[in-house]
Structure formats: C-alpha cells, structure tokens
C-alpha cells in the first residue's frame, strides 16, 4: 500500500537505508511503504531508475496511484523534488487513471527530452482527459520557450503539437485545454482561435478563450473580460476574473472588490488572486479583511497565498531599477541565448 498523506520528512537524524531495501519495500504489497522513503524516488537515473522501472512493473495498479498521488503532493509542498521520471515510466501504463496522474506529476518540469512522449501522448493517447491534460503540460514547456528557457526546437515542437490539435482534434474538451495552453505562444493564429472559440458561443468554450485572454498579454481583450465580469454566469465570471488579474487590469479593480463577496467560493477566490496580481492599497486591505471572514482552513491557506503574492509584487514594484547599469538590465530581462537544441530526444524514456 502507498503512504497515507506522506509529510516531508527530516532526513537530518535518519540514517539512508540502501536504495535495493527501497525497492524491497515498494514491492512488498503486505506492508504500507514507508512515506519518509518518498524523497528517495526523487531525481532517479541511471541504474536506480532501471531498477525502480523493473520493480515498478510488477506492482499493482492500486499502489501504483497510491504512490503517484503521494509524490504529487510531495511536489506541491516543496517543488525542488523532481520526480519526472517517475512521471515518464508512468506514462506507458494501460490504466487511464495512472496516466493522469503521471502527467499530473509533471506540472513543473523542464525537460525537453520528455517532449517527444509527451506530444505522442497528445496525439495518440485513446483517453480524451488524458490527451487534455498533456495538452496543459505542453503549454508549460511554450511557456518556457516564450521566455527562453527552453531552445527553440523544444518550443516549436510542442507549439506545432498545439497548433495541429486545433485542426484534427474532435473532442470539445481537448480542444478547449488546447486553446489554453497555445494562449502562450506569440504566433499571430492565436487571436483568431481565440475570436473563433469566444464567438462561438456555447459556455464551455467561452471559458477556455477567457482563459486564453488572460494569459495572452493582449490588452485587446480588455474590454471583454471587463464586460464579463458582470455575467450572471459563474464560471465566466470566474474565468473573467482570472483573466483580469493575468493582464493587470486595473479597471477590474472595483468589482474584483465585490466579487470577495460573492456566494460562490471559487469566484470569490479568483478575485482575491487576481487583486494580488494588479495590486493597490484598496487589494491589500480587501483581502486581510477577506481573511477573517473564511470559512475554512483551506479558504484561509488560499487567501494568505494572495496575501503573499501581492506583499511579493509589491516588494518588485519598490526596486528603483536607476540602481542597476544597462548591462545588469538587459542580464535580468533577457535570458542567456541558447544554443541548438542538443536535449531532445528522438526516442522517449524508457519505461
């Protein structure tokens, strides 16, 4: 059995057991594995991942999930764990369920030499939720290349990857998260996607552009989404709201301020993120007086996350960059060239 919500452990005062005694461990169904091993799995390669690989093979289904769902909120707690390649073995599994969960544990890598099973994924796979969640992942990594931390071969892989699915994917749902992830891409066919799926009309795909809107530094949407934050409709007003705060908007200030009080949780908190991200005294003392109306814990943690997050863009806001030469400038603004793409992979991981 996998660990029960595995905490990040104190390796300080435990002595590390053999990594074959790992492994012991995790075939040994009888028995829970131990969550303070977790971290062991993290940056396998080489002849631990093999091993890992051959015992992951003969391990049930059960405790597969099990053990994915505890390493991805080992990531969220601590994102210096890096278990993408846990994440690639799991991609070849025939459970549909396992797959999710192995692109799931790849929300932040940067490995370039995954994009080939990532995009054959995208395109293959027979599940629609799996093929829309590597869509997501596959925006992650246009993201990287828009700001140049990624070559520009990984980039345009998973842009042409994006770009083709707009024109041969049938299914709604995976469309729609494609549109999403191609909203961080430059190329000039985006707002034209992005016109198409808003005028379309139908809810679902109203949503999707509105998300696109706010990632897409365009203030040509601006008027839109300050349009639809009125909507009766929740989930376009929610969406809206996301979208204000991605751009900045800071016409969107007055009713992201009533929205902190909207009857629905998942607006109000939209709001509450996205006035961290436009900033203002009006924002800050908004969302301490939001803080003490919670209703639970988890409102609580999610509020004090966009309290930090504007205590953050505020903190940016202060740098008189009259302090820094041309040089240091241009060195924090622009990421270093990179040279050909040597980091792709023809071939995927193993698994």
Known sequence: MAASNPQLPDHEFTEEIPFESILSMLADESNTFPARELIRFSGLEGQELQDFTQTWSGISGQLKTGILEDLELLSEGDTVFDFDQIAAVGLNESDEKIRQLAIRNLWQTEDPALLP????????????????QAAQVLGRFLYLGEVGRIKKEAKQLSENALFGAMDSEQIDEVRQRTLEALAY???????????????FGEEDWQAAALFAMGRSADNRWVPTILERLEDPNADLVREAARAAGGLEIEEAIPSLLNLLYDEIREVRLAAAWSLSQIGGDAAAESLDEYLERAEDDDEVDLIEDAIDNLAFNLELDELNLLDYSKEELEQLTKPEELEDDENISPNPPEA
Do not use: H, M, N, T
């Open 185 to 199: 891409s430059s190329d000039g066919r985006l707002d034209g996607l992005i016109e198409d799926a808003y005028d």
């Open 117 to 132: 099973k990532l995009v054959e994924v995208f395109q293959e796979d027979e599940s629609p939720a799996v093929r829309a």
